[in-house]
């Protein structure tokens, strides 16, 4: 027979900062119309037939962008975009170096069942496109910089020569 001999009681000290009082679903919600604003615009931009399809396809090339973008605009475009896209973006592991344009692109598609290099294209350029008119002209160029060539067009954007 065991006997266990209870342990005295703790008292936690109340934090000297008053708590907020939390309403359900308010915060929630406002992640939530970001997050779907987000994805609306994915199954636009891509003419998806659902929504789940767009977030589905949003989710996997977000996660495949979010290790090819590092240091301090990956801090920017993680704060840019609605926190669900943003959790995305930084918990993926940094790349050792960025996949070329076409490359990823592939990789996107390897993670897509029955995706093929043009379907994927469609849907690494549906999202990436939203994604550019949503962080604006300043942060998207600071990303591409950062990225191979190539990339620009998947953002919807010309691909300028870049001086050597």
């Known amino acids: 027979m065991t006997v266990t001999t209870p342990q005295p009681r703790r008292t936690i000290p ?11 679903g308010v915060q929630g919600a406002a992640e939530d119309a ?10 636009e931009a891509g003419r998806y037939a659902t929504s789940a399809e767009a977030e589905r396809v949003a989710r996997i090339v977000l996660s495949a962008l ?7 605009e990956r ?5 840019a975009l609605p926190r669900e896209a943003g959790r995305m973006i930084a918990s993926q592991i940094p790349a050792p170096q960025p996949l070329p344009a ?30 550019s008119d949503q962080l604006g002209e300043p942060l998207t160029t ?17 691909e300028l020569s870049r001086a050597a």
């Open 66 to 72: 979010g290790g090819h973008v590092t240091g301090d």
């Open 14 to 24: 109340a934090s000297s900062t008053p708590l907020r009082p939390v309403v359900p």
């Open 102 to 131: 076409r490359e990823f692109v592939e990789s996107v598609a390897a993670r897509i069942e029955g995706s093929t290099p043009a379907t994927a294209r469609w849907d690494v350029s549906s999202v990436l496109s939203v994604l």
């Open 142 to 158: 600071r990303v591409l910089a950062q990225l191979p060539p190539g990339y620009a067009l998947l953002f919807g954007r010309a």
């Open 34 to 43: 970001g997050w779907l604003k987000l994805t609306d615009a994915v199954r």
């Open 75 to 79: 801090v920017a475009l993680a704060q």
